[in-house]
């Protein structure tokens, strides 16, 4: 079932949108604001995005550059042209305009969905400094120095390692990598965090993850 992030701050329109894709079989998230969409998309990745560009806080024409490898439709009432084109031109797969025909849009949503699932998929490589995380060979190295981690400990890595610049909450972190362990337990978290990062800086001698107390843990960006 695909996930389709609805971004616009205007009440009704949300909830008809939601109300259409729900009944066509699409599950919805829903954010209110630019900021909020951002925050959202810090810990989870839709299939598709919906985005009004008159948002309070992070317009719509801010927020999308921020996104990355997810298709976007802007739906917005600005009718001109150079509008249009501009956003498209920025990264907008699709423009429609409001007030919009609902069978168009949820044809063009197929068409996007269906575009996105042909495409190729993005290089599976994340990096952080001289960390590198092969999603493909579930493989981790520092500087070419390959460092063995437990299915555990490279879930929790690679969930940090894809929001480098965010403090990801404990709570988040075990909601998150609950499907790919399901052993891992609130008690026990503290335990797999401690592994890890005691293996990553036996490779260079950086302690690449800090404790964000009260909180969770993040990337220590102060590495150089």
């Given at each position: 079932?695909?996930?389709?992030?609805?971004?616009?701050d205007?009440?009704?329109i949300?909830d008809?949108?939601?109300?259409i894709l729900t009944k066509?079989?699409?599950?919805?998230?829903r954010?209110?604001?630019?900021?909020?969409?951002?925050m959202y998309?810090s810990s989870?990745?839709?299939?598709?995005?919906?985005?009004?560009?008159?948002?309070?806080?992070?317009?719509g024409?801010?927020?999308?550059p921020?996104?990355?490898?997810?298709?976007?439709?802007?739906?917005?009432?600005k009718a001109?042209?150079s509008d249009?084109v501009?956003?498209?031109?920025?990264g907008a797969c699709?423009?429609?305009t409001?007030?919009f025909d609902?069978?168009?849009?949820?044809?063009r949503i197929?068409?996007q969905?269906?575009?996105?699932?042909?495409?190729?998929?993005?290089?599976?490589?994340?990096?952080?400094?001289?960390?590198?995380?092969?999603?493909?060979?579930?493989?981790?190295?520092?500087?070419?120095?390959?460092?063995?981690?437990?299915?555990?400990?490279?879930?929790?890595?690679k969930l940090?390692?894809?929001?480098p610049?965010?403090v990801?909450?404990?709570?988040l972190?075990?909601?998150?990598?609950?499907?790919?362990?399901?052993?891992?337990t609130?008690?026990?978290?503290?335990v797999h965090?401690?592994?890890?990062?005691?293996?990553?800086?036996?490779a260079?001698?950086?302690?690449?993850?800090?404790?964000?107390?009260?909180?969770g843990?993040?990337l220590?960006e102060?590495?150089?």
């Amino acid at each position: 079932m695909s996930t389709i992030l609805i971004v616009d701050d205007d009440v009704y329109i949300g909830d008809m949108l939601a109300e259409i894709l729900t009944k066509e079989g699409y599950r919805t998230a829903r954010a209110y604001s630019g900021t909020e969409a951002l925050m959202y998309l810090s810990s989870a990745r839709p299939d598709l995005i919906l985005l009004d560009l008159m948002l309070p806080g992070l317009s719509g024409e801010e927020l999308l550059p921020l996104i990355k490898d997810i298709p976007v439709i802007v739906v917005s009432a600005k009718a001109e042209t150079s509008d249009k084109v501009g956003i498209l031109l920025g990264g907008a797969c699709d423009y429609v305009t409001k007030p919009f025909d609902t069978a168009e849009l949820l044809a063009r949503i197929t068409v996007q969905l269906r575009r996105a699932a042909s495409s190729p998929a993005p290089a599976p490589v994340l990096t952080f400094r001289s960390l590198t995380l092969d999603t493909a060979s579930h493989s981790v190295s520092i500087a070419d120095t390959p460092v063995r981690l437990t299915q555990t400990e490279y879930a929790i890595l690679k969930l940090l390692m894809q929001n480098p610049s965010q403090v990801i909450a404990r709570s988040l972190l075990l909601d998150r990598i609950s499907e790919d362990t399901p052993d891992c337990t609130e008690s026990s978290l503290k335990v797999h965090v401690s592994n890890l990062r005691r293996k990553l800086k036996a490779a260079d001698g950086n302690d690449y993850i800090e404790a964000v107390w009260g909180i969770g843990f993040k990337l220590n960006e102060e590495i150089r």
